[in-house]
């Protein structure tokens, strides 16, 4: 049997196709399997995965030992496209999602890669009972293959900026217009009152009579060099993942909490926040003096240097940097590396990856082209920091 990873990789498979005609129309002929269940809808430029990964450890955590299953459908994936789909945590075996992959691909040709991940996350959780189902839009929302789901409990819209314009808009309030696309009619919807494009993302949940809940920064985080913190109504809690950040990400989850049918004890909600894990997402190693990060846009490497600034002021710095080619790369180094900072720029294995050529020549002047990263990583006594493509995350640091 062909793998699922060489089926969703193939030139007939592997481009963006956005519209819900294609998926709809396969979900139909296979009598809808996403209407067995209830969705949490997250959208959003920056921050929806971390989304996604904490209610989905809050989640785990409160129906642990009970008849209840959760699934997660998140990308883009580091090292395998099992990690996209899970329950329970867990993710789908490789053998299974070979299985679907191929079914639905020989049965409707035309559905492009992320359009077959989708109906196999939504096959996979209807044979493993799921319940409620986090889903993470893709890109953009309105015509994101996710967005098929009919009503959900609740839909969340995270932080917005300029990404993927070609497909999105070249405003904010297009942009915010699309993400603003998975509100459902009389359903709740939950977003930050400073996100970007508010004024449109609320206009669009009135004219479909859908409760907007807006969250402020009334949660602050606490990192003091090694252990992080979040404090929720002035209460102190363990919290795994780092930058401030966070902060809208968590205010955004709480708040969403609050609309579903169920009601989640404070305890499940500390538990959960100290074990929540979003690999690559400001992942820090004290002991090895490396930061993993996975920014990868010009609002994200904003958020990075930040985070450096903040708690890494007087650190002499080694960047090891990698990104595809349709990204605003140089608003992102210009923002990433300050005066005595170290630049090395790793040309990694991917289509469309960015080229050492392509780069602006004041930026090829302090740059240094890399093809061994883990040498500079493991020989520099700076602090390494590690940021980028996803893929190129996934590419440098796979365990196979």
């Known amino acids: 049997m062909k793998s699922a990873e060489s089926i969703l990789t193939s030139a007939g498979k592997f481009h963006i196709k956005l519209g819900l005609e294609r998926v709809q129309d396969a979900l139909d002929k296979l009598n809808n399997p996403q209407d067995n269940m209830e969705f949490i809808h ?51 075996c490789q053998n299974e999602l ?35 189902a986090i889903m993470e839009v893709g890109l953009g929302g309105m015509f994101d293959s996710t967005n098929v789901i009919k009503a959900p409990l609740c839909s969340v819209i995270s932080t917005i900026d300029f990404d993927h314009t070609a497909r999105l808009g070249n405003t904010i309030d297009e942009i915010a217009y699309q993400k603003a696309g998975i509100i459902k009619k009389n359903c709740p919807v939950v977003v930050g009152c400073d996100n970007k494009g508010y004024e449109v993302i609320k206009k669009y949940a009135d004219d479909f009579k859908s409760p907007l809940f807006t969250v402020d920064d009334n949660i602050k985080t606490e990192f003091d060099g090694k252990n992080n913190f979040a404090y929720i109504n002035n209460e102190k809690y ?11 990400n968590l205010s955004c989850v709480l708040e969403a909490l609050e609309h579903l049918p169920f009601k989640i004890d404070k305890d499940v909600i500390k538990t959960a926040l100290k ?105 520099t006594k700076n602090l390494k920091i590690v940021c980028g493509s996803l893929y190129m995350l996934g590419n440098l640091f796979n365990p196979r």
């Open 42 to 92: 997250v959208a959003g430029t920056n921050g929806k995965g971390s989304i996604c990964a904490i209610l989905n450890e809050i989640l785990c955590e409160n129906f642990k030992g009970k008849d209840v299953n959760i699934g997660l459908f998140t990308s883009p994936h580091l090292f395998s496209y099992c990690e996209r789909i899970k329950v329970n945590n867990i993710c789908i």
């Open 98 to 132: 070979d299985s679907y992959v191929k079914k639905i691909s020989d049965l409707f040709c035309e559905l492009t890669e992320f359009e077959i991940l989708t109906v196999a996350a939504f096959l996979y959780f209807k044979e493993r009972n799921v319940k409620y």
């Open 238 to 248: 363990e919290f795994s993942l780092l930058g401030k950040h966070q902060q809208k």
């Open 275 to 379: 074990n929540v894990r979003w690999k690559f997402r400001l992942e820090y190693d004290a002991d090895k003096k490396l930061l993993i990060d996975g920014a990868h846009n010009p609002s994200g490497i904003k958020v990075l240097r930040e985070f450096l600034d903040e708690n890494f002021k007087d650190e002499k710095k080694a960047f090891v940097f990698g990104c595809l080619n349709n990204k605003d790369y140089e608003t992102m180094l210009n923002t990433l590396v300050a005066e005595g900072d170290e630049l090395y720029f790793y040309e990694f294995n991917y289509p469309c990856a960015l080229k050492f050529s392509e780069l602006p020549q004041n930026i090829r002047k302090i740059a240094k082209q890399t093809q061994n990263p883990l040498e500079i990583i493991n020989s």
